[in-house]
Nanobody
């Protein structure tokens, strides 16, 4: 059974930083694309970043230059370092796995097969 647990969310002031973690069990992340999505109240799920099976990365314009995605295959974990956070970054953040072997990055949620429960990020003074 695939389990995904996101952690690292919380309340932070504008300009602050957080690092989200996406730890998985029951599935080996090597050779698979991993995406980070977020959903703010009243809005749809937005693909903000992903890392492909070979390490290529994608960032949405809204987070480019502020967020960095990385993976540690030995720990079966993907990270999202978020710097210079803004109030509009407030959302529930989700990690998702594309189970396709050798999968490429996609910002489309329907490309992903396994999802975590999400972690809340609130940016407020």
């Amino acid at each position: 059974q695939v389990q995904i647990v996101e952690s690292g969310g919380g309340l932070v002031q504008p300009g602050g930083s957080l690092r989200l973690s996406c730890a998985t069990s029951g599935f080996t992340l090597d050779h698979h694309a991993i995406g980070w999505f977020r959903q703010a109240p009243g809005k749809g799920r937005e693909g903000i970043s992903c890392i492909s099976s070979i390490g290529s990365t994608y960032y949405a314009d809204s987070v480019k230059g502020r967020f960095t995605i990385s993976r540690d295959n030995a720990k079966n974990t993907v990270y999202l370092q978020m710097n210079n956070l803004k109030p509009e970054d407030t959302a529930v953040y989700y990690c998702a796995i594309d189970r396709g072997y050798g999968s490429s990055c996609s910002e489309s949620y329907y490309e992903y097969d396994y999802w975590g429960q999400g972690t809340q990020v609130t940016v407020s003074s």
